[in-house]
């Protein structure tokens, strides 16, 4: 599974931003999808998953009810909307690809894009 995301930008305080993750590969449809974030001196961050089957969505404590997590089969397309958006979100957002059920430990993750930058100013 390749993975490509997109959608980060430089947003002010209190905006919204949809991040995208297409996948080439028939096998996508199967794994479990992940979105990640790593802010500068710190380490990469566990933000939300998804099952194969667009089941279980779990997110971390400090984006629930402002992150809504999704994905599109049909499409080879996984998707983040951020609302509400503070400073501490800003990272750099990454998806990643692994069969099974979620983890929230990267390393169990075989599959990642290349990182998309999500900046949210005050």
């Known amino acids: 599974v390749q993975l490509q995301a997109s959608g980060g930008g430089l947003v002010q305080a209190g905006s919204s931003l949809r991040l995208s993750c297409a996948a080439s590969g028939r096998t996508f449809s199967s794994h479990g999808l992940g979105w990640f974030r790593q802010a500068p001196g710190k380490e990469r961050e566990f933000v939300s998953f998804?099952?194969?089957?667009?089941?279980?969505?779990n997110y971390t404590e400090s984006v629930k009810g402002r992150f809504v997590i999704s994905r599109d089969n049909a499409k080879n397309t996984g998707y983040l909307q951020m609302n509400s958006l503070k400073p501490e979100d800003t990272a750099v957002y990454y998806c990643a690809a692994r069969p099974g059920r979620i983890s929230s430990n990267p390393g169990l993750y075989p599959y990642w894009g290349q990182g998309t930058q999500v900046t949210v100013s005050s």
């Open positions: 998804i099952a194969w089957d667009g089941g279980s969505p």
